[in-house]
């Protein structure tokens, strides 16, 4: 029976594990590093002037799109978890059946 609780113990902390969301990143302060190096123009006796560099915008998302995104892989974590469990109570009732004919013999 305590390697049974063993085993449950066990498959829930490895489907809360699985659930968790992961955590999220620290950046840490350094040199920002351009694609777009910053030109300076500079007139014989006169202070440097930095020009603006243009960045590139970025991607466009869509919130549609995110929230289909995110219920499909909701879905399929808990397809996976699910599947997760029922192999589980597979191997739970495997070694039940083995435990009872070991005994009987």
Known sequence: MAKLRGLV???LLGAVLFTASP???LTLAGPVRSEHPVTMIVAPGAAPVPLQATADPGPVL???Q???ANTEKTKNKL???LIAVVLLAIVIWGRK???K???GS
């Open 9 to 11: 113990l066990v498959g």
């Open 62 to 64: 869509d919130p549609a």
């Open 66 to 68: 995110t929230d289909k």
């Open 79 to 81: 397809i996976a978890g």
């Open 101 to 103: 004919k070991a005994k």
């Open 97 to 99: 059946i083995r435990s």
């Open 23 to 25: 955590a999220s990143a």
